[in-house]
């Protein structure tokens, strides 16, 4: 059986030495980092997750900023209000909770940030300058799942690592991350020919592709460190749910030396490491 990459404890372990750093700051009389995240709508799931951002933040010791907007909101609302956040001397962090309702362009969003506050990663000179491996705020699960990966091989040099799904938020971004840890990546996806075979050539395995259970037993090669990044949410028998990933867990789990669950692998590693980024930016900021 392989062994479990507890997500939840390596989380804790980031957020505890970031409150530590954050807790100097306050000591020696600083200001602290802010963080402000904006939230459109109701939707259940982004309340959540919104919430769980604002109590750690909170709970590390920086300075949380919520903006709870209608849905309705206009575009150019929530474009006025961005440009407010970036000109505030308190806010280090700017986040915008996606996905965001459909009259609004999420990508001229994300450009207006400006990119020394983005702590998403997501903004395309963030994305430049990781690509040319200049310093760059890093999108958080990309950053979450190499240090995942290091608690199963401190050294990632010279493995052959397979990432599956080529998105912005995560594929692309991961295998920038991968490359600078002299991996050999290869980016797999939908389309890619005899999927279970290029997958079986991993030392390291990263599923994105948001399709529950899709990666089975038959796509890890034996003793292989399987990092899954999917959240899908499936029916139970009862008429309930519950949470799996991209990976069939059991089924991978008896063939990989190392694998996370879902949930408990990356999910909490994505916003101790949103905090990560704020700091960061903060520094970056007061010099």
Do not use: W
């Amino acid at each position: 059986m392989a062994t479990i990459l507890d997500g939840k404890a390596l989380a804790a372990e980031l957020r505890e030495a970031l409150a530590s750093r954050v807790a100097a700051l306050r000591a020696a009389g600083r200001r602290v980092p802010g963080l402000a995240v904006v939230l459109l709508g109701d939707d259940p799931a982004s309340q959540v997750y919104v919430g769980s951002k604002v109590k750690q933040t909170q709970a590390v010791g920086m300075n949380s900023i919520e903006h709870r907007l209608p849905a309705e909101t206009s575009e150019a609302a929530l474009l006025e209000l961005v440009a407010r956040l970036n000109a505030d001397p308190e806010v280090d962090g700017i986040l915008v909770q996606l996905p965001l309702p459909k009259h609004i362009d999420s990508a001229r969003v994300i450009e207006a940030i400006d990119p020394a506050k983005d702590v998403d990663g997501f903004h395309p000179v963030n994305a430049g300058r990781l690509a040319t491996g200049l310093p760059a705020l890093v999108p958080c699960t990309p950053r979450g799942c190499v240090m995942l990966a290091r608690r199963a091989c401190a050294d990632l040099t010279g493995l052959h690592a397979v990432i599956v799904g080529r998105s912005n938020i995560v594929g692309k971004p991961l295998a920038q991350l991968l490359l600078a840890e002299n991996c050999t990546v290869t980016v797999a996806h939908s389309r890619t020919r005899d999927l279970p075979a290029v997958c079986r050539l991993a030392d390291l395995l990263v599923a994105a592709i948001g399709r529950p259970m899709a990666l089975g037993a038959d796509h890890v090669r034996q003793g292989a460190i399987v990092i899954d990044v999917g959240i899908n949410r499936i029916p139970t028998a009862g008429g309930g749910s519950r949470l799996v990933g991209d990976v069939d867990f059991e089924a991978a789990a008896a063939v990989a030396g190392a694998i996370t669950p879902v949930p408990g692998g990356v999910g909490p590693m994505t916003i101790a490491c949103l905090l990560e980024n704020t700091l960061t930016a903060y520094e970056r900021r007061e010099g």
